[in-house]
Every structure is written in C-alpha cells, then in structure tokens.
C-alpha cells in the first residue's frame, strides 16, 4: 500500500498560487490512477484532480477546471498540484490518494485563501 505526504499548502491571497506536492512511499506508477481530493471545513470531502498512469489523461472538478494542473513524476514517485487563480472557495484541507478508491488518509496539507 502506497503512504504518502502531502506539502506545499499555505495562506494566500485571491488570484495567487501554490503548488502542492504528494511524496509517495512506494512506487505510483503500478497504481491506476492518483488524484487529488480536498475538504473544506462543514463539507464532504472531494475529488478536485485525478491522473490516470498508463495514459496520463486527468480529470478536474468543473470549479477547478482551467486554474488547476495535475502532474506526476514517477521517477520522484510525486504527483504535484498547481493551483493558479485561487479563490476564497479553494480553502481546504488537500489530500492526495489513489484513485478511484482512495485508500487510507494522509494527513493532507492546509491551503488558506484570504485577503
């Protein structure tokens, strides 16, 4: 089972960025898919971003859908999410996992928007 560690949340302002980034223990390539899921605080936990190995197509959430890029390196065994134009909206705990069926839960890392 793939473990991970998500980083590379903060506070930022409307409009900016962040790049999020998820270390994986083990090798993601073998696994069908990895993707990207938020929560923001009173709200169901989402799928924001997915990418599909073997053919590197992604998905997004239509809220996310032309701000948000998601990327691996499987070399690094590291899926990556670029966040642009972020809104007040974005605010959430993100959270990398496998996809369709996420596994167990990392901790997730924290991205705050706010003027």
């Known amino acids: 089972q793939v473990q991970v560690v998500e980083s590379g949340g903060g506070l930022v302002q409307p409009g900016g960025s962040l790049r999020l980034s998820c270390a994986a223990s083990?090798?993601?390539?073998?696994?069908?898919?990895m993707g990207w899921y938020r929560q923001a605080p009173g709200k169901q936990r989402e799928l924001v971003a997915a990418?599909?190995?073997?053919?590197?197509?992604?998905n997004y959430a239509a809220s996310v859908k032309g701000r948000f890029t998601i990327s691996r390196d499987n070399a690094k065994n590291t899926l990556y999410l670029q966040m642009n134009s972020l809104k007040l909206e974005d605010t959430a705990v993100y959270y990398c996992?496998?996809?369709?069926?996420?596994?167990?839960w990392g901790q997730g890392t924290q991205v705050t928007v706010s003027s």
């Open positions: 083990g090798s993601i390539f073998s696994i069908y898919g």
């Open positions: 996992n496998t996809y369709p069926l996420p596994a167990s």
């Open positions: 990418v599909i190995t073997s053919s590197g197509s992604t």
